[in-house]
């Protein structure tokens, strides 16, 4: 059975036998351009190439910058140096000062109180006192707690003293004048 | 500059320092095929115009892609197929208007259109193509106008040998009957 749309053999050769009609119309272009206008094409478009080019490259450095998966970790990053910049320049809570105080046996302050102890200038009920003083100050909200209070005070007396120590040069001379001025050797003697 | 083959000027583009140059040759070499081909499927110059620009600048960001196994103007045409189909379908959702709309209003532009020439015949000839559906449309086009071979229809427009011919013989049909009655 021949079936209707079955395409005849080489078809599109043989218009003037299946379609008279269409074939009577010449197949010439009926459209034409504007004057000149395929000789100034080329150039219209090499333009154009190089406008997209700087456009493209624009928006390259833009994808890059606001990129997602580049300014996220970046952001990341900087937010992990900071963190270790305020947790290695001493920018701490107020634990965590007390928590260097009582953890900080090699610190200064404490080696000056310890060498207090040895040598007698005071006594552990001071020290306890000193100590018990330290929760009252931290309660007086003035931002400084009692331990720092105390011990800073300490070391300007200290530095006082021990400056003025250094400033002090004591010769034999020095000395004889100084037991002959006070003369109260003798009164021992005789009584 | 047309002795030149695809394989050469491509060679000259690869290799080239200046590949703006060597661009420009097949810019010059395909322009008028590539126009011709898009300015029967979207009917006005000014839109047609549009569209090959945007073809060759679509063909210059994707030549360093270009397999050597398939014909550059093959590559070329199917660039230019997509890129006229895609402004239809942009004119159709910008009317937001039918398809049939949209020949329409290409069939009344014909009758105005400063750079028709062609005599009465040829204008029912062309709103006779017009009421093909597009794919048909373009098919009828590249055999009848421009006579290219079902093989390399089949690559451009990624169809059967078959299917073509089969659509062929359909609008061939169709347009007879409308220049009979």
């Keep these: 059975m021949k079936k209707e749309n079955q395409i005849p053999d080489n078809f599109e050769n043989r218009l003037d036998e299946f379609a008279p009609n269409l074939f009577s119309i010449k197949n010439d272009n009926p459209f034409e351009v504007p004057a000149d206008y395929f000789d100034s094409l080329p150039e219209k478009i090499a333009s154009k190439i190089i406008a997209t080019k700087k456009e493209n490259s624009f928006a390259a450095k833009f994808r890059i910058i606001f990129n997602p998966k580049i300014y996220i970790p970046v952001a990341a990053s900087i937010l992990i140096v900071v963190f270790l910049i305020f947790k290695s320049t001493g920018i701490k809570t107020r634990s965590d000062q007390q928590m260097a105080y009582t953890a900080n046996d090699n610190s200064a302050e404490y080696q000056y109180a310890d060498s207090l102890i040895e040598n007698g200038d005071i006594d552990e009920s001071m020290l306890l006192e000193t100590l018990t003083g330290i929760d009252d100050t931290s309660k007086n909200g003035n931002g400084n707690s009692g331990i720092e209070k105390n011990i800073r005070d300490m070391n300007k007396s200290t530095i006082i003293v021990s400056d003025s120590l250094k400033n002090l040069k004591v010769t034999d001379d020095d000395i004889i004048q100084y037991l002959l001025d006070n003369d109260d050797n003798d009164d021992l003697i005789n009584n | ?181």
């Design chain 2, 1 to 181: 500059m047309e002795q030149f083959s695809d394989t050469e000027l491509l060679e000259l583009f690869r290799k080239s320092e200046n590949k703006n140059y060597s661009f420009n040759l097949l810019v010059r070499k395909y322009q008028k095929q590539i126009y011709w081909h898009i300015r029967r499927i979207v009917i006005d110059h000014d839109d047609a115009n549009d569209v090959v620009q945007n073809t060759f600048i679509k063909a210059w960001n994707n030549i360093e892609g270009f397999r050597e196994d398939a014909q550059f103007y093959t590559w070329l045409y199917r660039i230019a197929t997509n890129e006229s189909i895609n402004f239809l379908k942009q004119k159709r959702s910008g009317f937001i208007i039918s398809y049939n709309d949209v020949e329409s209003q290409l069939c009344a532009s014909l009758t105005d259109d400063p750079y028709f020439t062609g005599d009465e015949i040829q204008l029912k000839l062309q709103k006779a193509i017009l009421t093909l559906p597009e794919k048909q449309r373009i098919v009828f086009n590249m055999k009848y106008f421009e006579g290219i071979k079902y093989e390399d229809m089949a690559i451009i427009l990624d169809t059967s040998v078959g299917a073509l011919k089969a659509s062929y013989h359909i609008a061939v049909k169709k347009i007879e009957k409308i220049l009979t009655d």
